[in-house]
């Protein structure tokens, strides 16, 4: 074949291209069982720092069920889901929130620290760019913040990135969702809310907001919101 025909050159580029999209191919399945444990370790270190215990993402998986001792899977009228197949740690929340309330499954996380019981909240939303998402994790009482973890995709570095510093997330700490403890009505809710200009002092529902991060800020507040309002009928019946 004359090496300097078109031929040639069309014949050898779609020969390259098949050759390196297999090996691409081979490569991504071959890491993918990897891929998906670390994913999977890297959400049980999230949840377990949300209760205080800190392990590496390596070592998370081997700990997790000493303080884990529940994963629930909660329709939205606050009762367990009983189907075997929908299992709460494997509840992708970016595709759940696209659904329909009623339609929606909620995971909850029941740890057991020191001999006191922790619930774990997922969080999904969206951010001024992205994604944003993280755990909070709520005492006994069942209306007290005692820990939690945000994390995002593609907030500015400097501004709404913050959202993961240790400094904005123990603001939370402490921090009620409800105006009285077993109180689950409307009228008792309050949620947690990010504060332009900073929340006032003893302000038992509100944390500083970001300087120059308004509006991941805010976004952050809506998702904490939206996400606590769906399991208040579990909190009610419990």
């Known amino acids: 074949m004359n090496t300097n025909s078109n031929a040639y050159t069309f014949i050898f580029a779609i020969i390259l291209?098949?050759?390196v999209a297999g090996l691409l191919?081979?490569?991504a399945t071959s890491l993918?069982?990897?891929q998906d444990e670390n994913v999977r370790n890297e959400k049980m270190q999230s949840i377990l720092s949300t209760i205080g215990v800190e392990e590496s993402?390596?070592?998370?998986g081997n700990v997790y069920n000493n303080y884990i001792k529940q994963e629930l899977t909660l329709k939205?009228?606050?009762?367990?889901d009983e189907n075997p197949t929908?299992?709460?740690f494997n509840i992708n929340l970016k595709n759940e929130i696209k659904k329909d309330v009623a339609e929606q499954r909620f995971p909850i996380y029941i740890a057991e620290v020191n001999g006191k019981t922790t619930y774990v909240l997922p969080l999904q939303g969206t951010g001024l760019w992205d994604a944003i998402w993280g755990y909070l994790a709520i005492d006994a009482d069942e209306n007290t913040i005692v820990g939690c973890v945000f994390d995002h995709a593609k907030e500015t570095p400097g501004l709404g990135a913050e959202i993961r510093e240790t400094w904005f997330e123990e603001q939370y700490i402490g921090k009620q969702f409800l105006k009285t403890t077993g109180d689950f009505s409307a009228n008792s809710f309050v949620s947690v809310k990010t504060v332009k200009g900073g929340s006032k002092l003893g302000d038992s529902h509100g944390v500083d907001a970001i300087s120059g991060g308004t509006i991941t800020s805010d976004k952050l507040s809506i998702m904490v919101?939206?996400?606590?309002?769906?399991y208040l009928p579990y909190f009610e019946k419990n």
């Open 32 to 34: 993918k069982p990897l």
């Open 17 to 19: 291209v098949t050759v």
């Open 76 to 80: 939205s009228d606050g009762t367990i």
């Open 225 to 230: 919101e939206e996400r606590l309002q769906r």
């Open 25 to 27: 191919a081979f490569t």
């Open 57 to 60: 993402r390596d070592n998370a």
């Open 86 to 88: 929908v299992k709460a």
